[in-house]
T-cell receptor, first 113, second 109 residues
């Protein structure tokens, strides 16, 4: 299955600022996904990043708040914009893997103060 | 109503015990099913896919009941290293995955 390098692994940010999270995959993949896991909660899909087209956002998530780039088939970024403490969460990228399972990046643990 | 529901636990079991986790999913159109394992402060990792015919991988057995929209995971001969959170997952035709909140397992000596 694919190997994903996700950066940064953690960050503490001031409210009102923005953070860009990067995911690099060691193979070409058509679809990449961005999830959020809030403390004590399940993973929630933010958006699907498709190369060559705009990302598809799930209900409750908007492009202005979570802009996504997908410049090629191995790389994607998610930006958390104008952060507030409610954005404190773990953010994970994911790609389809073998046996229809999905592989996740190691996650970015974000704390907004 | 949450799409995938599972008992959060925690399940505290002694080493060597057999433990079963259950979950239900609400979307009858779900087409793929998985159990993931998530260790503290780590990303989820695929434990096994779940098929209608049931599947077994060593000490782990997964079952799917489409009629009841019910998924189970059985762990036999529990090891200390099995302590983790187990996430039940149902996927739809559009590749999106719906995760349960997870069931915590603690295996004690």
């Amino acid at each position: 299955s694919a190997v994903i390098s996700q950066k940064p692994s953690r960050d503490i940010c001031q409210r009102g600022t923005s953070l860009t999270i990067q995911c690099q995959v060691d193979s070409q993949v058509t679809m990449m996904f961005w999830y959020r896991q809030q403390p004590g909660q399940s993973l929630t899909l933010i958006a699907t990043a498709n190369q060559g087209s705009e990302a598809t956002y799930e209900s409750g998530f908007v492009i202005d708040k979570f802009p996504i780039s997908r410049p090629n088939l191995t790389f994607s970024t998610l930006t958390v914009s104008n952060m507030s403490p409610e954005d404190s969460s773990i953010y994970l990228c994911s790609v389809p893997g073998a046996n229809y399972g999905y592989t996740f990046g190691s996650g970015t643990r974000l704390t907004v103060v | 109503r949450k799409e995938v529901e599972q008992d959060p636990g925690p399940f505290n079991v002694p080493e060597g015990a057999t433990v079963a986790f259950n979950c239900t999913y609400s979307n009858s159109a779900s087409q793929s099913f998985f159990w993931y394992r998530q260790d503290c402060r780590k990303e989820p990792k695929l434990l096994m896919s779940v098929y209608s015919s049931g599947n077994e991988d060593g000490r782990f057995t997964a079952q799917l009941n489409r009629a009841s929209q019910y998924i189970s995971l059985l762990i036999r001969d529990s090891k200390l290293s099995d302590s983790a959170t187990y996430l039940c997952v149902a996927g739809d035709s559009g590749y999106a995955l719906n995760f349960g909140k997870g069931t915590s397992l603690l295996v004690t000596p």
